[in-house]
């Protein structure tokens, strides 16, 4: 095995971090008005696939156990895999070991599906949606998502990142999480940020070009700005 997971410190910080995700998951989870079951199957859901992503690392399929084992504060500490290994420094210096960072990734991973699932609750409240609730529900909880956003990984950091982002405009704005999960982008995978940028510049663009309220003279003016 690529890390030795069978000793006291695993055990203690790996107790610490599963009842810390247990508090949190029902707090954050009834924050997003989910009930109590839901809260529970996702987080099950989830975590089954975080323990297939640990083990298939402990045999060296992934990145993750390398970011721990070799973990130490680097040169460039604010960007891609640098930000790996320096960031698993700093939990290790906390005490925090690796099946308990792999059960912090999996809480975000668990966060992320909350979100998704929160806005298609949402979006499907209405009777003319109602027939994409399950259509939507099934793509949202995909093996593929659930497996990939599970353990020590940039992709785990990435799309948690995407989900806060979208959840910070989504509804009402929230300045604290947009610019939270833009610097989780930017350190986790900084070559995403300019995609995003013209992402959302064109979003803005084309809402405006279709503004039948808003004067052609105008429209050029705002976006050209």
Known sequence: MAVDIYNLSELVSSIFVFMLSIFLIFKIGKSLKLNENEIILIFCWHSFFAF??????????????????????????????????????VLQSLKVKYVAQNLMYNLLGTFTTFIFYTKIKELCRYKSNKKFFFISSVLVFLP??????????????????????????????????????????????????????????????????????????????????
């Open 52 to 89: 297939f992503f640990m083990i298939n690392d402990l045999f060296n399929g992934h990145d993750g156990s390398a970011w721990y084992n070799r973990a130490y504060i680097r040169k460039n500490f604010y960007f891609g895999n640098d930000f790996m290994y320096s960031f698993s420094s």
């Open 144 to 225: 593929g998502l659930m497996f990939w956003s599970s353990g020590i990984s940039k992709d785990s950091i990435t799309i948690f990142a995407f989900a806060l982002l979208y959840y910070s405009v989504n509804s009402k704005f929230n300045i604290y999480f947009f610019l939270f999960s833009l610097v989780l982008i930017l350190l986790a995978r900084p070559f995403l940020v300019p995609f995003f940028f013209a992402g959302l510049y064109l979003y803005y663009f084309f809402k405006l070009f279709f503004d039948k309220k808003t004067k052609y003279q105008k429209k050029i003016a705002q976006g050209i700005i």
